[in-house]
Every structure is written in structure tokens, then in C-alpha cells.
């Protein structure tokens, strides 16, 4: 049983659910304490900064009340998952969901949230909250997206670019792989060469095909050393002529988790989540890891 606990935000929505049965099934696999954390967001917002406005006791008591039971519901949904996980609430009042979440990353082996919570706005793919802590935290992160229904045999899919983000992703990726005895696919797009870049190698090398020899060349080599370390996974490598987010979301469709790193080798410098991991984390059709 390790120290750091997996940290799930509750919020009362189906998709904080979601990722509560999600986190439930990586704790009993990790052998790791569950989480949960409801945050309460609406004294915070209602009660002003004027003074003399106070707002009586039973708001705050009404507000405590809807949270804890959203936490129990929680609770009990976990639990059902993974019975005999440890699993811990808390009901932190008069709080931002991203900065309790965030604070709690520095302690925490993974942070899961739902894609959505209660406040998204009719129309957003992704709730703030989800972008913030992708953004923000200290350590990995996992956005619950998609289906929940999974066949078990589904691969893991980890974006690969040379990055030293990329080989955190890959750690991340193959232990997911072997703990849950499936394939690992391996995807490095390489649209990403700037034009200038993909010119010159072009006119020095003679041809496109000697620029695919050299991305695969750099596939393999990021691979090496985690294919020794875990030779029970089998790894499937894809070298598409394409833009990452795109591959990646192809590969998602058939996939129980996309991991990647939280910035790639074409991040602007500043940047603390990369367009990749930002656009998976809209959009991908199941649960995005964002490995630190």
C-alpha cells in the first residue's frame, strides 16, 4: 500500500462519478489509498465583500450538507469498484476546486478529474477545472473521458517525440501496459518538423523516405531501454506522416487511456500544457493521462 493517494474531485456531476469508478479500479491496481475531495464553490461565489452582508448559518450548513452527501454517493460508487481500497473524503469549505486540487497534487501519485463538472457551460467540450489542474499540477493527472464500458483487452496509447516530457509519458504508458496486461502503442507523428527543418533534411538526405528512417530511428531509440525493462509488453510503433493530436486521436478510439507528456518538443517556451495534451484532453474519445 503506498503513501500518496489518488485524489479525485466531486463535484455531484456524472462525470465526477465516472472518475471516481475510474480512480476506484487504478487504486485496487496500484494498491494505492483513494481521495475524494468536494469543494465547496458556491459561499464563495454567493457571499460578497461588503460588509455587513452576512449570510445566516444555514446556507453554509445547506452547502455542507449537498457536498457531503455528494461525497458519500461517491463513496459508495468507489467502493462498489474496488472494495478494500482505503478511501478517504473531505469536505473543504469555501474553496476553488482547481487550487484545493492543485495543492493537493504536491502529495498526491495522481490527481482524476471529470471532463465536466456542474458549472461547464452548455457547449464546452472540457470544464476549466479539468484544463487548470492539467495544467497546473504537480504530479500526473488523468481527465475521465469517454465510454466507461471497456472490454479489458484495449491498448494503451502514449504519444512518443524525443522530448524529455515524452519519456515520462513513456514510463507512465508501459507500467499502465504491463499492470494491465495489454499492448502498448507507440505513436511519434512527425508533422510537427518545422518547414525549414523538414526542407533542409530533405535536400541533404535526398528524399522524404530518408526523413521517415530517421523519425522511426528516433522511435526506437526512445523505446530501447523501456522494452528491456518491460519485455512482457508487447509494443505496437506507428511513425505517421501527420499532426500528433490527430494521430493520437485515431488511436484513441480504440483505446482504454491516452498518455502524454505535458509539454512536447514544440512547446513555446512559458507554455505549461502543450497544444497535444491540451487538444487530447478536449476532445479525446477516452481517459487522457497527462504523466509528470
Known amino acids: ?61 445547506a452547502v455542507r450538507e449537498q457536498g457531503e452527501n455528494w461525497l458519500r ?31 493537493e497534487s504536491r502529495t498526491a501519485s495522481l490527481i482524476a478529474v471529470g471532463s465536466r463538472g456542474l458549472g461547464g457551460f452548455t457547449g464546452l467540450l472540457v470544464g476549466s477545472v479539468a484544463i487548470s489542474v492539467s495544467a497546473h ?30 519519456a515520462v509519458a513513456l514510463r507512465y504508458a ?14 511519434h507523428a512527425w508533422h510537427s518538423l518545422s518547414a525549414d527543418e523538414a526542407w533542409a533534411r530533405r535536400r541533404v538526405d535526398g528524399g522524404w523516405a530518408i526523413v521517415q528512417d530517421d523519425e522511426e530511428r528516433l522511435l526506437a531509440e526512445s523505446l530501447a531501454g523501456w522494452c528491456e525493462r518491460f519485455p512482457d509488453v508487447a509494443v505496437q510503433r506507428f511513425v505517421p506522416l501527420d499532426k500528433p493530436a490527430r494521430a493520437l486521436l485515431e488511436h484513441a478510439e480504440s483505446a482504454q487511456l491516452v498518455v502524454v507528456g505535458a509539454r512536447g518538443r514544440g512547446a513555446f517556451t ?7 495534451s491540451q487538444h487530447l484532453v478536449q476532445r479525446s474519445p477516452c481517459p487522457v493521462a497527462i504523466a509528470r
Do not use: K, Y
Open 270 to 276: 512559458g507554455l505549461v500544457l502543450g497544444s497535444t
Open 174 to 187: 508501459f507500467e499502465t501496459a504491463s499492470r494491465e496486461q495489454v499492448p502498448l502503442r507507440a505513436v
Open 73 to 103: 454517493q461517491a463513496h459508495d460508487t468507489a467502493a462498489a469498484v474496488a472494495p478494500g481500497v482505503p478511501i478517504e473524503t473531505e469536505f473543504v469549505p469555501r474553496s476553488a476546486p482547481a487550487a484545493v486540487l492543485i495543492a
Open 1 to 61: 500500500m503506498t503513501n500518496r493517494a489518488l485524489v479525485v474531485g466531486i463535484d455531484g456531476s456524472d462525470s465526477a462519478l465516472h472518475a471516481a469508478r475510474w480512480a476506484a479500479a487504478e487504486a485496487l491496481a496500484r494498491s494505492a489509498r483513494l481521495r475524494l475531495i468536494c469543494c465547496d464553490t458556491q459561499s464563495a461565489l454567493v457571499v460578497p465583500e461588503i460588509p455587513g452582508v452576512v449570510l445566516p448559518q444555514s446556507f453554509f450548513d
Open 137 to 166: 499540477a504537480s504530479c500526473s493527472v488523468a481527465v475521465i473521458r469517454g465510454r466507461e464500458q471497456r472490454t479489458g483487452d484495449e491498448p494503451v496509447v502514449v504519444g512518443v517525440d524525443g522530448s524529455s516530457e515524452s
